[in-house]
C-alpha cells in the first residue's frame, strides 16, 4: 500500500535526525529515513517510529554522492504517494583550529552540507512543483550564525546553507512551495560528547542543554499547514543565545 503523504529526513538515523524523524511519523507521514554507514541506527529508528503507530522505510546512500543521490531520488520520487517534506539534516563536523585544518577536513564537511543539500533539494523540488506543494526544512546550526572557534568548517557549510536555502525559498515561493531553516544551539546528541558542557551552559540564557525533541518539534511545525506563511527564515532553537 503506497501512503498518501511522505517525508524525507536525510541523515535521520540518530540524534536530532532520528527526533524529527519520529515527530514527523507522529504528524502522519510516512517516513523515508535516510543513513550512509549506520544502517542499524536506522534500524532502530524505523523501529521506533512503527512501535508508537507509524510507518516509515529506510534508504542508504551518501547524500555527496551525486549518482547515488540521483539513483535514490529517482527511485524515491517514482512512488505513486507524493514527497511532501524534506529535511536536510545530513551534516558532519571534524573540528580543529582552521590553520591547522587539512583540506580534506575542510572539503568533507562542505560537501555533506552543501553538495547534499545540492543532490537531494534539486530533484525534490522538480517533484513538488508540479502539483505546487510541499516544504524543505534545512538544519543548521548556531555555528552559521555567529561562528564559533575551531570549527571554521561546520560554520562555512551551515551558513552556506542558511544562504542557499533562502535564496530558493525566493525562487520557489510563489509555487507554494516553503523553504525553511533551523538552526540548532547545544543539543544533546553524540556531537556534544567531547564539547566541554559546563562551560558553554554558562553562556546560553536559559543554562542549559537543548533536547532533540524541541528541534523536532519546531521542524514539524515548519512543515505543517500552521506555517503556510512562512519561508525563508532561519528559526534558532538555542536557549536564547545570539
Not at 517525508?7 to 510516512?30: C, D, K, N, Q
Not at 570549527?151 to 551558513?159: G, T
Amino acid at each position: 500500500m503506497v501512503e498518501s503523504k511522505r517525508a524525507l529526513v536525510t541523515g535521520g538515523s540518530r540524534g536530532i535526525g532520528r527526533a524529527i524523524a519520529l515527530e514527523l511519523a507522529g504528524a502522519g507521514y510516512h517516513v523515508i529515513v535516510n543513513y550512509l554507514s549506520g544502517k542499524e541506527a536506522a534500524e532502530e529508528t524505523l523501529a521506533a517510529i512503527r512501535e508508537s503507530g507509524g510507518s516509515g522505510e529506510i534508504i542508504g546512500f551518501d547524500v555527496t554522492d551525486s549518482k547515488a543521490a540521483e539513483t535514490a531520488m529517482e527511485t524515491l520520487l517514482f512512488e505513486d504517494a507524493p514527497l511532501e517534506i524534506l529535511v536536510n539534516n545530513a551534516g558532519i563536523a571534524a573540528d580543529g583550529l582552521f590553520i591547522m585544518m587539512p583540506e580534506s577536513d575542510w572539503d568533507k564537511v562542505v560537501a555533506t552540507t552543501l553538495k547534499g543539500f545540492y543532490n537531494v533539494t534539486k530533484p525534490a523540488l522538480k517533484a513538488m512543483v508540479p502539483r505546487k506543494r510541499g516544504a524543505v526544512v534545512s538544519i543548521a546550526s548556531v555555528a552559521g550564525i555567529m561562528g564559533n572557534r575551531g570549527q571554521a568548517n561546520y560554520a562555512a557549510a551551515k551558513a552556506g546553507l542558511i544562504g542557499a536555502s533562502r535564496s530558493v525559498a525566493s525562487e520557489v515561493a510563489r509555487l507554494g512551495i516553503r523553504v525553511n531553516v533551523v538552526a540548532p544551539g547545544l543539543i544533546e546528541t553524540g556531537m556534544i560528547e567531547k564539547a566541554p558542557v559546563q562551560q558553554i551552559k554558562s553562556m546560553i540564557p536559559m543554562n542549559r542543554i537543548g533536547k532533540p525533541e524541541e528541534v523536532a518539534k519546531t521542524v514539524r511545525f515548519l512543515c505543517s499547514d500552521d506555517a503556510s506563511y512562512i519561508t525563508g527564515q532561519v528559526i534558532s532553537v538555542n536557549g536564547g543565545m545570539f
